[in-house]
């Protein structure tokens, strides 16, 4: 069964038609929430089941501690754990905000927002809050630079956040080596009917999540199974400088934040990293921090 189910009209019959021709490939508008297919079987529990807070924001922005988030929109899965089937799935809820200063000229091109658009906004704090309080785990297409926004606006949510972006094999699911939103909706099939605009945006996330990825469970199931395992991060602090070119090409990459490069992995894995770090220089002190999805995606 698809994840979603299309009425045939006659332009899907001619889109069909055209399909069977090599020399055509058709893309399809992303499914609105009353095409999406959701399991009417009940769970037995509230705890057989997760809700995932799927967000996107629009911001004035790199830097969390100099820019400003102007838009925040959130779309909520509810997936069974056990069969990853989806049970449900909200429309997006979109909130804006005045920066109090005006948007430069790249930020208005990206995002088609302008500075009369937010004029006066404000994000509604205890609707946003009360939003995400029931959510199990909010997942972001590259969560550490939408959590560092997240956090700084809101503090204190305290919620665990998943990664879409580096922690899915989106190849493993069929939708090809590219990472991009935008290229894993044209691998899918489909085009948003509008992009760059946060509650859009979080929509197609949503809709790549739900698909059905491997062993036919939705992609969300696989995400949360592998944003779920305890991991570990060893920093090779006070390593020379002379080292760098080692250890990226070993895998590490550089921690700002740390002043260190840092790799993170298996248990196993980190403690046989610290032994060979010990015997790399003997000016290498490894550092090693038990990671889970609360504190994996800190910047």
Request: charged content about 25%; glycine content about 8%.
């Amino acid at each position: 069964m698809t994840y979603y189910s299309i009425y045939r009209s006659q332009s899907e019959q001619l889109a069909e038609q055209l399909e069977t021709d090599g020399d055509y490939r058709v893309l399809r508008r992303l499914p609105r929430r009353e095409e999406i297919w959701l399991r009417s079987m009940p769970i037995s529990a509230p705890e057989a089941s997760t809700v995932i807070g799927v967000i996107d924001t629009e911001t004035t922005g790199l830097d969390c501690e100099r820019n400003q988030m102007v838009e925040l929109a959130l779309v909520k899965l509810t997936i069974c754990n056990n069969t990853g089937d989806l049970l449900d799935i909200s429309p997006p809820h979109s909130w804006l905000e005045d920066p109090g200063e005006p948007l430069t000229p790249e930020i208005e091109a990206l995002t088609g927002l302008t500075d009369a658009d937010l004029q006066g906004q404000k994000f509604a704090d205890q609707q946003i809050r009360k939003a995400i309080s029931d959510v199990d785990v909010i997942v972001a297409h590259n969560a550490s630079f939408d959590l560092g926004f997240l956090n700084a606006r809101f503090p204190g949510l305290s919620k665990p956040f998943a990664c879409s972006l580096n922690e899915i094999d989106w190849q493993a699911h069929g939708l090809g080596s590219g990472r991009s939103i935008g290229g894993l909706l044209t691998e899918a099939g489909h085009f948003p009917e509008q992009a760059h605009r946060a509650g859009p945006d979080a929509w197609a996330l949503s809709c790549l999540l739900i698909r059905p990825g491997a062993e036919r469970r939705t992609i969300a199931w696989h995400l949360l199974n592998r944003a779920r395992r305890p991991t570990a991060r060893v920093y090779a602090a006070k390593a020379p400088y002379a080292l760098k070119d080692t250890l990226k090409a070993t895998g590490y990459r550089w921690s700002a934040r740390h002043g260190a490069w840092a790799m993170e992995g298996e248990p196993e894995r980190i403690a046989n990293e610290v032994a060979w770090l010990t015997g790399l220089h003997p000016a290498v002190q490894p550092r090693v921090v038990s990671i889970d999805w609360h504190n994996r995606h800190v910047a």
